[in-house]
């Protein structure tokens, strides 16, 4: 049975145009949002204070990532380059030029290593750049010390596998690569997508990680080996998708295709956030909000609470009930 909740969501309200991505700090003390507007906001979690804004970016930032100790702030955007920032100060550390946007990108587990990867436009291929940032030369000089084309398709989100040693990559057609950071080689790669991969994150330990697609289902996969281990249906497609860090649980954001979008009634933010079982590929809740699809979603590393981030412009942080905790999948 269906009892109403009262998970009153802390509305964040700093970006003129639609999230693109979120992401917490390891404490989640902080959590970082970028949108389509050129800004990354860093917020307090806890109550939805904004901390402040990491500016120089003159495109869409599409990516946005933090490192281990909450050192540094890095984004990536539509102006062709990735910039890094001194989270505390706000001050520019690193900017990297590109020749196309960037698409996704993160630091690796010891915050040393960045990786980004660059759109396929405008003649140019899609390449996945590896830079180390303890080397000044590599930045000053804008030199990779290693750059891999992706020649047939483009990456449209990519992770750090675990201890840094590889990068997990999703593409436009829904293929599943692995890279080496070493040597930047293809190590693995499996299909199991119909349609392009929207969104990949990893689970706490990082062995495992969901894909969203716009397939309109969600994959669970092993870290390692690549093995496709659950499959989570919708009726749409599937934007973003992430692992809670402590309960059997995944929750799933996407919506309508954007044609279909203006035929429903807009006075009810209906995008709904969507929770399944991890082990049952069951769904068991709900949670309404937004005005427009779901691009980016995450759980606090406490598993207490989690944020997603529309295209209605709002980072929504709902922290769960005492229902939630107490609920126990039959079987």
Request: with cysteine; glycine share 8%; aromatic share 12%.
């Amino acid at each position: 049975e269906q009892r109403p909740s009262n998970m009153k969501p802390i509305l964040l309200q700093g970006h003129e145009r639609s999230i693109t991505q979120i992401k917490y700090n390891r404490e989640g003390d902080l959590v970082f949002s970028c949108a389509k507007d050129t800004v990354v906001n860093a917020w307090y979690s806890l109550n939805g204070e904004r901390l402040g804004t990491y500016i120089g970016h003159t495109g869409a930032v599409w990516c946005v990532d933090v490192d281990w100790d909450t050192k540094q702030v890095l984004a990536g955007s539509a102006d062709n380059s990735c910039r890094i920032w001194d989270c505390e100060t706000g001050k520019q550390m690193a900017l990297f030029k590109t020749s196309s946007a960037v698409r996704t990108g993160g630091f690796d587990f010891s915050g040393n290593i960045v990786m980004f990867t660059t759109d396929k436009q405008m003649g140019y291929s899609c390449y996945v750049s590896f830079f180390d940032i303890r080397d000044p030369a590599q930045i000053s000089n804008n030199e990779p010390y290693m750059k891999v084309a992706v020649n047939d398709s483009k990456i449209t989100s990519a992770v750090w596998g675990p201890l840094g040693e590889f990068v997990i990559a999703g593409l436009e057609t829904g293929e599943l690569l692995q890279f080496s950071a070493k040597s930047g080689e293809v190590i693995s790669k499996a299909k199991e997508h119909t349609k392009q991969i929207n969104d990949i994150q990893t689970s706490l330990d990082l062995t495992m990680f969901i894909t969203a697609s716009k397939d309109n289902t969600a994959k669970l996969f092993d870290s390692a080996t690549l093995d496709h281990l659950k499959t989570f249906r919708t009726e749409r497609p599937v934007n973003s998708a992430a692992i809670s860090p402590n309960a059997e649980h995944v929750v799933l954001g996407g919506g309508q295709e954007a044609m279909d979008v203006t035929t429903t009634s807009t006075r009810i933010g209906k995008f709904e956030a969507r929770f399944f079982h991890l082990s049952f590929e069951e769904e068991f809740g709900r949670v309404k909000g937004h005005f427009g699809p779901i691009n980016s979603l995450t759980y606090h590393p406490d598993g207490k609470s989690y944020s997603s981030g529309g295209e209605d412009g709002y980072v929504r942080i709902h922290h769960f009930d005492p229902q939630y905790f107490e609920f126990e999948m039959e079987f």
